[in-house]
């Protein structure tokens, strides 16, 4: 069965930067939509940013376009989310989620937690002001 295991959460102060990671082995599907979620104390689990593997399309929710960045690198099997200024409005929980039935027209920021089959554990990201 496929795997995600994220990693690199912690605690940054505002203006600082993390890079989390998901490893995706035994995830080896040539063209899926792989995703970042996040979800803060009472509030839903909401999309990132996807990317079409294989199209390698992206996309992003307004609040983070500019900042963040998805990427896949097929080598080494590991999906990032680069995270740049970031805010205290960005302290969250943090998941990786992957489905290779979800197509490149319906891969974007704002599909639903419920297209996706794959999740991984999350990994805690906390800003400070």
């Known amino acids: 069965q496929a795997q995600l295991v994220e990693s690199g959460g912690g605690s940054v102060q505002g203006g600082g930067s993390l890079r989390l990671s998901c490893s995706t082995s035994?995830?080896?599907?040539?063209?899926?939509?792989m995703a970042w979620f996040r979800q803060a104390p009472g509030k839903e689990r909401a999309g990132v940013a996807t990317i079409y593997v294989g199209l390698g399309r992206t996309d992003y929710a307004d609040s983070v376009k500019g900042r963040f960045t998805i990427s896949k690198d097929n080598i080494k099997n590991t999906l990032y989310l680069q995270m740049n200024n970031l805010k205290p409005d960005d302290t969250a929980m943090y998941y990786c989620?992957?489905?290779?039935?979800?197509?490149?027209?319906?891969?974007?920021?704002?599909?639903?937690?419920?297209?996706?089959?794959?999740w991984g554990q999350g990994t805690q990201v906390t800003v400070s002001s």
């Open positions: 989620a992957a489905d290779p039935w979800l197509g490149a027209d319906r891969c974007t920021w704002v599909a639903g937690r419920h297209e996706f089959n794959y």
């Open positions: 035994r995830f080896t599907y040539s063209r899926s939509c």
